[in-house]
């Protein structure tokens, strides 16, 4: 299973970004997703999380009501961020448990694959 994130860039604060991860090597069916994210010098951190059936999605109490995660068509986690602020700036990571792992979980260690990262700057 390979992921890759997209979709960051450079906003103003209030701005709105949509992170993607195409992944490839799986159907996608049976791998609960995940998007984390790391600023610098701090741990990475859970932002948000949904199963593969889409039947409900978690998210960080930090992001609560401005970032969204949905997956698109079979395969594709969407990570909706709106009213964007300074502190959301950070490298922006997708993530999928192994197979048959269906509980979206906070902790990183929970998840075996990962994309590469993709950088989100919010300027005040």
């Known amino acids: 299973v390979q992921l890759q994130a997209s979709g960051g860039g450079s906003v103003q604060a209030g701005g709105s970004l949509r992170l993607s991860c195409s992944t490839f090597g799986t159907t996608g069916n049976g791998h609960t997703r995940a998007w984390f994210r790391q600023a610098p010098g701090k741990e990475r951190e859970f932002v948000a999380g949904?199963?593969?059936?889409?039947?409900?999605s978690k998210v960080a109490d930090s992001v609560q009501g401005r970032f969204t995660i949905s997956i698109e068509g079979e395969n594709t986690p969407i990570l909706q961020m709106t009213s964007l602020k300074s502190e959301d700036t950070a490298v922006y990571y997708c993530?999928?448990?192994?197979?048959?792992?269906?509980?979206?979980?906070?902790?990183?260690?929970?998840?075996?694959?990962w994309g590469q990262g993709t950088l989100v700057t919010v300027s005040s």
């Open positions: 949904i199963p593969w059936d889409g039947q409900y």
């Open positions: 993530a999928a448990r192994r197979f048959g792992f269906t509980k979206v979980e906070t902790g990183p260690s929970a998840y075996s694959y």
